[in-house]
């Protein structure tokens, strides 16, 4: 999934992040694949 792959890319686990964090990774993953 790319959203996790973004956040363990950046040394981070998906549990230390916080939902704001979540959520940017998101955006940036969903506007990589468009």
């Given amino acids: ?10 040394g981070k686990a998906l549990s ?3 939902l704001d964090e979540l959520e940017e990774a998101w955006q940036q993953v969903k506007q990589d694949e468009s």
């Fill in 16 to 18: 230390d992040c916080s």
């Fill in 1 to 10: 999934q790319g959203v996790e792959k973004r956040i363990k890319a950046e």
